[in-house]
């Protein structure tokens, strides 16, 4: 996120992406969509395993035009929230993120190799870490 009194960002490297075991890939819907609606909103975060069982967290750069109003401040809660939690169990963290079906955050694609997904692995790597 922009270091707007938020919290610090750092670059993501290709070493972040390409030494991961599993990646979670989270949009962003509006609350007014529809269950059935067959849009999909703009992937904002993408979460990944490391091969240790650590997680890392990568943002879209561009979060605060992407989320709407108060959207923006529940899902910056949301992600101080989860390296929180990733610390403690991040193994339970993102068995719950690779669920997500209901909210502004929602799951796009899960997968163990980010190279079968070339649309996702190009967007990671104008995102940045948490």
Sequence with gaps: ??????????????DAVTHQSQFCALEYRLQSWSKSASQTGAIILLVLKGENGSLRFLIH??????????DLAYIEDLLRDFLERA?????????QLS????????VNEVGSNLS???SI???SSQFVQL
């Design 121 to 123: 692995q190009k967007l």
């Design 61 to 70: 750069p561009e979060l605060r035009s992407i989320v709407e109003g108060e």
């Design 87 to 95: 610390k403690q169990d991040p193994e339970a963290l993102f068995k």
């Design 99 to 106: 669920s997500l079906g209901v909210g502004p955050l929602v």
């Design 1 to 14: 996120m922009p270091n707007k009194g938020g919290m610090r960002v750092n670059t993501a490297s290709d």
């Design 116 to 118: 079968d997904f070339p």
